[in-house]
């Protein structure tokens, strides 16, 4: 298999001479094509400071960070827009939905900017809502849409363009079990050939991704199946061990 991502010694500060937090600390993991890959550890582990480096939301401290062979911490500004517009795809916990579009408009934004042909825009735009199941949905704005059919219409946004690398922050913490069942059951659905990356609180969300990187005080605790990790990893376990808790109270 082709690798697709590769991490190597990637550290990332905040703060000052005074006040410095490491919250990401010599990370070193490498991703091949088409995997589902889940991120998981306990609050402030820096699950989420990893996936903005990844998604070049943010600048790393040191370190290198290369996709399809190119070192994305090297690129300059005008070139990592471009990458990022055109390689990789989002969805995250807020939506970042813009109320003034319809659906369909919200959909069709990325596409319009890169200046797609317009027909091709809505076949691809109605190809995204018919799979996701939110054509009813098209011609409403995101105010009168429930959660379920928020969530639906982001990962219709991310996936409309097509990208190699689909990066989701957490995106079904807010939404009840049912509802999160089905999308993962869309994201499936729709993701095949694409390397799809997923940090999230729920076991349950990530426990069939190919490999789990589970993280603790910015580090990586482990990297495993859901399996492996329940058997050898003790942050994986305890994580575990309290969600069960927690459905049972």
């Known amino acids: 298999m082709k690798p697709i991502l590769e991490v190597e010694n990637l550290e990332k500060y905040y703060g000052n001479r ?42 790393v401290t040191s370190g290198h960070i290369r ?8 690129l300059k500004k005008d070139n990592l827009s471009k990458f990022r517009r055109n390689e990789l795809g989002f ?19 990325a596409l319009t900017i890169q200046k797609v042909k317009t027909a091709e825009i809505e076949k691809r735009v109605h190809d ?13 704005y995101p105010y009168q849409l429930s959660g379920g059919q928020k969530q639906r219409l982001t990962i219709a946004r991310a996936l409309v363009r097509k990208p190699e690398i689909l990066i ?4 079904a913490s807010a939404l009840d079990f049912a509802t999160d069942a089905r999308l993962r059951k869309a994201i499936k659905e729709n993701t095949d050939n694409m390397t799809v990356f997923l940090v999230s609180q729920r076991v349950s969300t990530i426990r069939n991704a ?32 309290s969600q069960m808790a927690g459905e049972e109270a």
């Open 128 to 140: 995204a809502a018919r799979k996701l199941d939110i054509m009813d949905t098209l011609e409403k």
């Open 67 to 74: 996709i399809n062979d190119k070192d994305i911490t090297t």
């Open 210 to 241: 190919d490999h789990i990187l589970v993280l603790d005080d910015g580090k990586i605790a482990g990297i495993g199946t859901h399996l492996q990790l329940l058997k050898e990893n003790q942050v994986y376990k305890e994580i575990c061990a």
């Open 18 to 59: 005074g006040n410095i937090t490491k919250a990401v600390d010599n990370i070193n993991f490498c991703v091949n094509e088409g995997e589902f890959v889940g991120i998981m550890g306990p609050s402030g582990s820096g699950k989420t400071t990893l996936l903005n480096c990844i998604s070049t939301i943010d600048t």
């Open 91 to 109: 969805i995250f916990q807020d939506f970042n939905l813009l109320d003034t579009l319809t659906a369909y408009e919200n959909i069709a934004l």
């Open 168 to 171: 989701l922050d957490d995106s």
